[in-house]
């Protein structure tokens, strides 16, 4: 397997569990340089179409076009669709089957899919309801709210009102968050204090997604309510929704028991994930149907309220739906918990989920009244495509625009600021993850014509994004919408990029963390060890079948070739078996779970013992040039065995290869 695809499952915990796959993004700064031609901008941009009628006919027409072949393109089993307008069901309708084995068709209405970090509109739902009656206040410590502490950093507080906006600069937490056996889940609080994360950034300043901190309002809910989080939800959403088939209980409860759809893999052929558990539970944990979503939807656009049951005042809905954090005006906001998608003049307001075999969105349309949710129950529904055709297909379909798109020019100093290599602000910089950052990687360029190209970011048609200027620091997506905008700090070097998703930004890396030059330097390390190994292996075979006698050492050097020698297997055999293992069974581990706790302790055991061997072939690297009867190719030999040895370990503490057990 390429290593590609081994980073591919090392980034699954960052990018998939219970996350928004998206491209990497930068934070929103309070100000932005405003672009030089506003007559350039459009906002949001809009493209060129044929409008058809928004009706049932087709409605289902369209649906029927389009999920089929995504079905069959992603081996995907099935899938559930709702779209409304004005409170109207306009379609509704599932597609595929919710268990393959015995042919269950998928029920929009009783089939309960696994809706991830949908989860979290109802987490902040829940938390506005309890800040209408007096009892949170958004931009207090969150510490005030807890029975346990999060550690201090960066000397300012964390507020309810970061958590919302993933500006609590939390690194990435992966431990722990999915399982299929009840009985190995802990409770939400055990959870949240067992696998606290280190802060990345200070409060309110970089957007870094973060499920662990979603799982902190819940608990925060728990608390102040004196009730489970679980129900909570049930009491004071879904029942004055008639959300009849919607639960935060993880089995659900008996009477939903035979509801739930299977959940399947990359082959549908094989057998379910099972009943993924996700902790913490308000970042991931809903289970719900088309038509209760649609239930929520509706209540959502008419202002917090349906069929004489409310859940929120108008007021607090507004608030709720209003831009708190994103890099410039121009770009996409989000706001508390809920976040924008732009596409033609529509402002898609809502949230994306992923599990492991679940994948999802919900999006409403306030000025339209639109809801549009879309389930899909296999990996496939994962992959890059089948989300952003629907959104993207229905837009240009139902509300096409005109395309208005007009470049600028910059000076070359102007666009080349831009170039670089940057990384994901949503990632584990402490933990034994943190490994997967070098994979995370992505260089930006600027060709001759003006024209950036972001690394591996590619359209739906999967050729490479080509992104021009249209303002300062301001760039879009030719013949498309997507817009970049890039963030500076007060020098005026860029420092951060952000893309159309606000709950992440890329991260520009600094020289000692680019990929290219530690993965190079890693090779040549692993290179001249390997050199080592060949040299032993060599010399053994020749005493074997050819019954040369051993040379005599160098004098001072009979201990030497053993130090340099160990050390060279050790770092070769475990850094090819760490790549070998997550390619051959990466699949299978992700995410992580105490089962990984062994394999952690085992690399803390093997990278200790290289760096104690490091050690004394380091200092048989100095020792050498000691001994002026040694010959010149000797004493160059050990010193590049040494200066391998030096990077190895600076490798294994920088990127963690030796830490905490439980720090995955």
Known sequence: MPLSRVAVRLLAIFAVFSGTVRPLQIPVTPTAPQPAHRAAETTPPTVPGNEHALEAADLEAFFDGILPLQLERNDIAGASVLVMQNGNVLLKKGYGYADEKTNKPVNPDTTIFRLASISKLFTWVSVMQLEEQGKLDLDTDINHYLDFQIAPAFGKPIALRNLMTHTGGF????????????????????????????????????????????????????????????????????????????????????????????????????PPVGFEIFNPVGAGGLSSTAADMGRFGTALLQGGELDGQRILKPETLAAMWTPQFRASDQ????????????????????????????????????????????????????????????????????????????????????????????????????????????????????????????????????????????????????????RLFAIRDSSGKVIRLAYDFPGVQAQRVPWYENSHFVLSADGCSLAVLACVILASLSRTARRIFLKRPRPSPQPGTRWLPFVTQAAAWVWVTMLVSILTFFAMRGDHLMPPTPAWDKYMLLIDVVTAFAMLLSFFAILSGIRIWRRPETRHITRLKYSLVALACVFLCWFAIHWNLLGPVHRI
Not at 178 to 192: G, N, Y
Request: proline share 7%.
């Open 171 to 270: 690194e990435e937490e992966s431990n722990d968050i999915i399982f299929t056996d009840p009985k190995k889940v802990v409770s939400l609080r055990d959870f949240l204090i067992q696998n606290q994360p280190k802060r990345l950034f200070p409060p309110g300043t970089v957007p870094a997604y973060s499920n662990y901190g979603v799982g902190l309002a819940s608990y925060i809910v728990q608390r102040v309510s004196g009730m489970p989080f679980e129900q909570y939800v049930q009491d004071h959403v879904f029942a004055p929704l008639g959300m009849t088939h919607s639960t935060f209980y993880q089995p659900p409860p008996k009477a939903l028991a035979s509801s739930p759809s299977e959940g399947y893999r990359d082959d549908t052929q094989k």
């Open 331 to 482: 770009m996409p906001p989000i706001a508390m918990g809920f976040y924008e998608t732009w596409r033609n003049h529509l402002r898609w307001i809502g949230h994306e989920g992923d599990l492991i075999a679940f994948h999802s969105l919900f999006f409403v349309e306030p000025t339209e009244k639109l809801v549009l949710f879309v389930s899909y129950n296999s990996a496939g529904g994962g992959d890059s495509k089948p989300r952003p055709e629907i959104i993207n297909m229905f837009t240009d379909r139902y509300f096409p625009g005109d395309m208005k798109q007009s470049f600028v020019s910059l000076s070359r100093q102007e666009l080349d600021a831009i170039k670089g290599r940057y990384q994901s602000t949503r990632r584990a910089d402490s933990t034994h993850l943190a490994l997967a950052n070098l994979f995370d990687q992505h260089s930006a360029d600027v060709n001759k014509a003006g024209i950036l190209h972001v690394e591996d970011f590619k359209d739906l048609r999967d050729h490479a994004i080509k992104w021009k200027p249209i303002g300062n620091d301001l760039w879009q997506e030719v013949d498309g919408q997507r």
